[in-house]
């Protein structure tokens, strides 16, 4: 053996093809910390935590995502421009050049698990080329006790290497960075890009995959939380929708931030051991829990710092997603294990640009699946190159470019566990009010905490029963009062105070919705295509 370690775990990398390399093996946080400043990764900042710089990447590139076309995978990914298919000759030719790229290195090397339901344990080694690459993987992913690290033996092995890049012109890849999922060989490879999200979304898109497939379980790209009464609450969202925000809350007891199962016995389960919040305008009068969470072993992500190690969350120089990953017993009120029964509350979230859907209303199921397939939300200008004026976002089951599997699998299943636990679903709009954007305002936080408060202690059914108003473009159940929030806000028409101006852009965005449909058409049934929004 060739390999060279800094601690008695005899680790050997050489069933990899990655010889001659100093493994730091599971190193401590302390270490980790560092090791990064010490090469000039990063640096403390005056809440302790390390901050660093995930180069040219600062979130993921879902377009250089594949999965190798196999036995396994071909015919039951739904393959398209979202599941990008390559040969197994084009992962074995970057693998070999990947893993000589890692020889001779100084690497970190990590056991860890997935999944907080023994019944879908995963055990994941990670490989990685950077320390903060990692610290990321202790924070997120479940934490191996010492006494296992004995018995460990690898299902899924992810391979990290930021300053390896692929040649697009003889490698058959899109671009110098790529991450490719191979299911018959359970490796993951990741070139090109030092954005650490890729690895989690690489180990949710194979759960995404396996478990439907292989155990009947329903995966979900949600937050999730639990009252003192033992209901649980589910929070599905796209980025900057507030997923993270509004599920930590210290009233009630976290089970995770992003990634979760739904099984057979009605248990939602946390995939992972941490969160991973963006921090773009975080403030501790706003998001308490988040912010205190930043302290000595946290993970901050292109966050602008000054000489003193204050941090300017308000800065999006770098980008806006900027983030923050920490263990999850960083959040004081958390479900151990992370697990919960009793779902009582869906919550879709959405960060509505035109201002025309309601704050919150209730769905019928027939909506819930439509809005399901949907994953609506928007895109405003300066988020994105070449975005100057609000457009329509859709990403299937709320989570894409994670979903191995056609979209209505997702849906349908999700359909049975709403009948089965009688769930109450709502669409809730965290976007804008007034008008769209740069005429209305965003949602207050105050007002959208008490509306889902509202909803989940049963207050938002009991005080409008059989008055809720039925919107006439979105047919969605309006509530017409709510505990501590102007009855006016409840209605978008009204704050706009313009009729014809209102129901122009509702009518507009409810084509949005039924053109983006099409592609499903023909793989949905009646109970499904009943929750689509009226056309003028």
């Not at 390559?86 to 790229?101: C, G, M, P, T, W």
């Not at 108003?469 to 978008?492: D, G, K």
């Amino acid at each position: 053996m060739n390999n060279s370690s800094d601690n008695s775990s005899n680790i050997s990398l050489d069933n990899y093809e990655i010889f001659e390399s100093k493994i730091r093996y599971n190193l401590s946080v302390k270490d980790l910390y560092e090791i990064s400043i010490s090469k000039n990764f990063g640096r403390l900042t005056d809440q302790g935590a390390l901050a660093i710089n995930t180069g040219k990447f600062t979130g993921r590139s879902p377009k250089d995502r594949y999965i190798v076309k196999d036995n396994i995978t071909a015919e039951k990914v739904w393959w398209g421009d979202i599941n990008i298919a390559v040969q197994e000759s084009v992962f074995d030719n970057l693998y070999k050049k990947i893993a000589s790229h890692l020889c001779k290195k100084e690497l970190y090397v990590r056991d860890a698990f997935a999944c907080a339901n023994n019944e879908c344990k995963i055990n994941i080694r990670t490989i990685c080329e950077f320390p903060w690459s990692d610290l990321f993987v202790y924070n997120m992913f479940l934490r191996i006790k010492e006494e296992e690290i004995k018995e460990f033996t690898t299902d899924w092995t992810i391979i990290n290497a930021p300053t390896f890049y692929a040649n697009p012109e003889i490698d058959n890849v899109k671009a110098e960075n790529f991450s490719i999922i191979n299911f018959t060989k359970r490796i993951i490879i990741v070139g090109g890009t030092g954005y650490t999200g890729e690895i989690k979304k690489g180990i949710f898109s194979v759960l995404n995959f396996t478990l439907p497939v292989f155990k009947n379980i329903l995966p979900m790209h949600c937050s999730a939380n639990t009252g003192s009464n033992g209901d649980t609450s589910i929070f599905f969202g796209l980025s900057g929708t507030g997923k993270t925000t509004l599920s930590t809350d210290s009233s009630r007891r976290l089970i995770g931030d992003d990634e979760h199962g739904w099984n057979s016995n009605n248990q939602i389960f946390n995939f992972e051991g941490g969160c991973y919040a963006k921090v773009i305008n975080l403030s501790n009068e706003k998001e308490p829990e988040i912010y205190n969470a930043i302290k000595p072993g946290a993970l901050l992500e292109n966050v602008i710092i000054d000489d003193n190690g204050l941090v300017d969350y308000e800065n999006k120089s770098i980008t806006q997603n900027t983030r923050v990953s920490y263990p999850i017993h960083f959040i004081e009120n958390i479900m151990v294990p992370s697990q919960g029964e009793n779902p009582k509350n869906i919550f879709f979230l959405t960060a509505d640009a035109f201002g025309v859907l309601p704050p919150i209303s209730k769905l019928n199921p027939s909506q819930s699946a439509y809005h399901f397939i949907s994953g609506y939300t928007s895109k405003v200008a300066g988020t994105e190159t070449g975005i100057n004026e609000p457009e329509p976002s859709f990403s299937a089951c709320f989570g894409a470019p994670f979903m191995p599997l056609h979209p209505t699998v997702y849906a349908k299943m999700l359909i049975d566990k709403m009948k089965n636990s009688k769930v109450n679903v709502w669409l809730v709009n965290t976007g804008w009010t007034g008008g769209p954007y740069g005429i209305g305002k965003r949602m207050e936080l105050k007002y959208t905490r008490a509306m889902i408060n509202a909803a989940m202690d049963g207050k938002l059914d009991e005080i409008n029963k059989n008055n809720y108003h039925i919107h006439s473009v979105f047919n969605v159940q309006q509530p017409r009062e709510c505990p501590n929030v102007p009855s006016e806000i409840l209605s978008p028409r009204q704050t706009w105070n313009n009729d014809s101006e209102y129901y122009k852009k509702a009518y507009m965005l409810s084509r949005f919705f039924v053109q983006n449909f099409n592609k499903f058409k023909e793989f949905a049934d009646n109970s499904i295509l009943d929750g689509a929004p009226n056309l003028k």
